[in-house]
């Protein structure tokens, strides 16, 4: 963490630098400036002598890890410089490049997403990090098993708790009725939303949309990503492998903003992201982060007819 004094130096220069950003938002400025300083005591190391050193754990959600602990693990291996990796269950197959990989964490925290040792932390107004590569998880899991007749739309869909209250940002039996009624003769439709029991979960409640056994009563054709995994496990390691290897066949991807909506980033094409609130509007994550993760073009819907409108236009 940094110190006092170093928070406190930041803080001013934010508020003189940056009068007009919210109160509540100014700290994450402040954050920025103290990754980017705790990075200069590695220059030595990640551009002198070169060796492998660097020691990575993270136990914070999965969308921060996507974001920017897996790109800078992959920057480090990328180097040379990548000793080890260290983070949560069924993430191996993530840090594939990894010569070194543990699953130590069987939760996920929030107080893990402040680790001023990565390049970024959570939200940014500059997310120009040097140390920072896009992860080829596309190229390396693209196979011949999990391809269809059609092209693949995948929905990655969520029910959580949010900011301790009910969901917000999800599609409901009404929005997934008009997608999959609009687009199930273009697309093979896989809808995915993981079960507790197959993710490391950041203790957020998870509740229960009752969609399963409404798709199977009005929309059979929709393949689900659990019953994929349960006849497929013997061709991987985890619920997060069989993602990646669906994910990886597929260029059209409909998420919730998230670990859900980052994933589906990683992987070209398009991606269409409902978000209704959250610090990602104010820094424009959707513009300026997102797209790095692999080119995907990436389409952010605000409100239940954004969604509409959007998959109108691009699906």
């Not at 993430?91 to 402040?114: C, I, M, V, W």
């Not at 669906?246 to 990683?266: C, E, K, P, Q």
């Not at 104010?282 to 993760?293: D, I, R, V």
């Amino acid at each position: 963490m940094p110190s006092t004094v170093t928070n406190k130096i930041f803080s001013l220069y934010v508020k003189l630098r940056y009068p007009k950003v919210p109160a509540n938002l100014k700290y994450f400025y402040r954050d920025t400036f103290s990754c980017e300083l705790v990075q200069l005591k590695y220059l030595a190391k990640d551009y002198i002598t070169k060796t492998p050193y660097k020691e990575i754990a993270f136990d914070g959600e999965f969308a921060p890890e996507l974001q920017f602990v897996l790109p800078f693990a992959y920057w480090h291996h990328k180097n040379g410089t990548l000793k080890k990796t260290i983070s949560s269950k069924f993430t191996k197959e993530f840090y594939f490049f990894s010569p070194d990989h543990h699953e130590e964490f069987s939760t996920r925290t929030n107080q893990g997403n402040y680790n001023f040792e990565m390049p970024r932390i959570l939200y940014s107004h500059d997310y120009k990090m040097s140390k920072w590569l896009p992860v080829p998880l596309k190229d390396h899991y693209k196979n011949d098993i999990y391809k269809y007749d059609k092209p693949t739309l995948i929905i990655a869909n969520r029910y959580n708790m949010e900011w301790d209250g009910p969901p917000i940002s999800f599609y409901s039996l009404l929005q997934l009725d008009y997608i999959i009624s609009k687009l199930k003769d273009k697309f093979t439709i896989i809808y995915n939303r993981p079960r507790p029991e197959n993710i490391t979960g950041d203790n957020s409640e998870i509740y229960d949309l009752k969609e399963f056994e409404w798709l199977e009563k009005e929309h059979p054709e929709v393949l689900l990503m659990e019953d994929l995994y349960k006849a497929n496990k013997d061709k991987v390691n985890n619920f997060n492998h069989l993602q990646l290897m669906v994910y990886a066949n597929s260029d059209h991807f409909i998420s919730v903003h998230g670990g859900t909506a980052a994933l589906a980033s990683y992987f070209g094409g398009v991606n269409l992201i409902i978000s209704k609130q959250g610090p990602e509007h104010h820094f424009n994550c959707y513009q300026k982060l997102y797209p790095q993760l692999s080119g995907a073009r990436i389409f952010h819907a605000k409100t239940d007819q954004d969604v509409i409108d959007l998959v109108d236009l691009h699906f």
